[in-house]
């Protein structure tokens, strides 16, 4: 017995004690959007600016639109989405309809519902009450309509090159890392954002993103990472747990995006 349940305790320690880390930055291809020190992207107009920030587990999608006119301004969620791999996810709830094949499963944080499916094909609604936000004149607001989890396991090992990264102590570690460009990075992604002062008249913005780095260790946990690198708009994490079971039934089935799985996750209701 004594064995037993100290074999027992091994597991769970492996399990919470040996967790490994993919630490990734992203860049945009767009000429017109600025990535500012903060590490957030920004796209500014005479009459608004636009901020994208990925930071976070799982990159949560956040995006803010500050509105610089006397007038109100309204982003229409219903008519803007996040595109990847040809596919666009809208940034709407109310009464968002999907569908998909056995390579995908999109589910819903608020509700507490996933559709799920073993073979051929699914289809379901999330729902709800709000698809447009007002924003008065000198005002902005903040919405995080989706994240992103990625299972980085598929990606070939021998693309990794040693480097070397730093904790908040300054102490030394060896990394596994892999650069891309916008070319061939095998995470890529668009925002497509419809904004009016008038229905009749909208203002549609897209912008284009990649993964430009990647860094795989069991090392450094994120919050050991050195100076404000966990707070930077640009970066984002995941989390791979020792178990791999843990791991699979964690992050579901998901969307295969070349050698980079991706979950589209509906988050729960978060505009401020």
Known sequence: ??????????????????????????????????????????????????????KGESAPVQITVFNKLDIPLYVDWQRSALILNGTAHSYAKNGLSFSGNSQAEIY??????????????????????????FIPPKTMISYIPLRLAMNFENI???????????????????????????????????????????????????QDFFMSNLIKTNAVKPSQLPGNMADRGDFFYIEKPANNTIWQVALGTTLVVGAVAVEVAIDSDNRY
């Open 108 to 133: 819903s944080i608020s509700s507490d519902q996933t559709y799920s499916y073993s073979d051929g094909s699914f289809a379901g609604q999330v729902e709800s009450p709000k698809n447009v936000s």
């Open 1 to 54: 017995m004594r064995q037993a349940i100290t074999f027992i305790s091994f597991l769970l320690c492996l399990s919470s004690c040996s967790s490994t880390y993919f630490f990734s930055t992203l860049s945009s291809k767009d000429k017109q959007m600025e990535k500012v020190d903060n590490g957030d992207f920004l796209l500014e107009t005479d009459s608004l600016w636009i901020a994208y920030c990925f």
């Open 156 to 206: 070939d090992k021998k693309l990794y090159k040693k480097a070397q990264m730093s904790n908040n102590k300054y102490e030394a570690f060896i990394v596994n890392r892999i650069d891309y460009n916008e070319y061939n990075s095998p995470l890529q992604f668009g925002s497509y954002l419809t904004v009016y002062t008038h229905p009749d008249e909208p203002m549609v913005f897209q």
